[in-house]
Every structure is written in structure tokens, then in C-alpha cells.
């Protein structure tokens, strides 16, 4: 089991910036890590994904703003976002994949006023 406890979110304004973390319990070496954001009234969206071997992917509504990067010696992932949009407000979620494991953290609201 991997707990991920998700930090970093909070009120920014447009144009702004913040970094999320997302710290698991133990080793994420073999993982695919990914953060995904939930709108209010909208379902959970892939925002990035970063492989165990570090290759990334972004959701188009992000390329170019946002960045992924795992730290595995400190079993941490981070979400570097700059620029931000009103249309960013959400409470973004850390995901830890492995095959058929799937693990997810509780979430941390960011709020990116206008």
C-alpha cells in the first residue's frame, strides 16, 4: 500500500504560480505518477502523468504551463504550474499506478482568482 499526501495548493491569481507535492509512503521507483484535477461539477481530469522511466505527458489545456518531475530518493512528484487560469480551479489529486495497483491521495484545492 502507498499512501500520497498531496500539498502545495491554495488562493493564486491569474497569471500567478504554485508547485504542488505529492509525498508517498514509500518507494515510487516503479510507479507511473500522475495528477489529475476535478472542477466542481465536472468529472476528474489527467492534468500529467510522468512514467517510471520519466517520460511525461500533459492534458492540452496545460502544455507549456504546467510541469511534472519526480524526485524518487525523497519518494516525492511535484507539478510546477505557471500562468494560471481561472479555468485551473480544482482539487488536484496525486496518482501512484503500478500494472493493476492504484493508489490515490486526498487532494489539494487550488483556487486561481481573476
Known amino acids: 500500500q502507498v499512501q500520497l499526501v498531496e500539498s502545495g495548493g491554495g488562493l493564486v491569481q491569474a497569471g500567478g504560480s504554485l508547485r504542488l507535492s505529492c509525498a508517498a509512503s514509500?518507494?515510487?521507483?516503479?510507479?507511473?505518477m500522475g495528477w489529475y484535477r476535478q472542477a466542481p461539477g465536472k468529472e476528474r481530469e489527467l492534468v500529467a502523468i510522468?512514467?517510471?522511466?520519466?517520460?511525461?505527458n500533459y492534458a492540452d489545456s496545460v502544455k507549456g504551463r504546467f510541469t511534472i518531475s519526480r524526485d524518487n530518493a525523497k519518494n516525492t512528484v511535484y507539478l510546477q504550474m505557471n500562468s494560471l487560469k481561472p479555468e485551473d480551479t480544482a482539487v488536484y489529486y496525486c496518482?501512484?499506478?503500478?500494472?493493476?495497483?492504484?493508489?490515490w491521495g486526498q487532494g489539494t484545492l487550488v483556487t486561481v482568482s481573476s
Open positions: 514509500r518507494s515510487i521507483f516503479s510507479y507511473a
Open positions: 510522468i512514467t517510471s522511466g520519466s517520460s511525461t
Open positions: 496518482n501512484a499506478r503500478f500494472l493493476a495497483l492504484e493508489h
